[in-house]
């Protein structure tokens, strides 16, 4: 099972820098990590090309057994290029971040990346928790 869960990991860092777009990187997708511990923090940021038919923005965190998504209202050229989305506590899985624009006569593009939430038990995979701040004064 550790063989798979390393192959795993290193399909993921080779795919991590891939996201897949429609309408010339119209949006990316930039997450926090690529790998994270469960219950997992997730912060993806969506950056959206200005563009005065964008309507509305969906960001979702698919994975085969937990889904989670979130919807933004977009208003054309003043909307703003940067969005921020947290998912909290998604546990263990293989997740599809997708951010999905869609304009007034439908999609417009999207993205696509791959982040992996691990267990307690995966303690190889997992990136290392931060050092301890030092004490205040």
């Known amino acids: ?17 891939i996201s897949t777009s429609g309408g010339e990187d119209a949006v990316t997708i930039r997450l926090s990590e690529n790998v994270l511990r469960a219950p997992a923090y997730l912060r993806i940021t969506v950056l959206v090309e200005k563009n005065k038919d964008n309507r509305r923005l969906r960001v979702e965190a698919d994975s085969p057994e937990y889904y989670r998504s979130s919807e933004t209202a977009l208003e054309g050229l003043s909307a703003p290029r940067a969005h921020d989305v947290v998912f909290r506590s998604l546990p263990e899985g293989q997740y599809q971040i997708r951010a999905f624009v869609e304009g007034m006569d439908g999609p417009r593009a999207r993205a696509e990346r791959t982040a992996i939430v691990v267990g307690a038990g995966d303690k190889d995979l ?10 205040r004064r």
Request: hydrophobic residues 50%.
């Open 1 to 17: 099972m550790k063989t798979f869960h390393r192959l795993l990991f290193a399909a993921v860092l080779f795919f991590a820098g």
């Open 126 to 135: 997992a990136p290392p928790p931060p050092p301890p701040r030092p004490p």
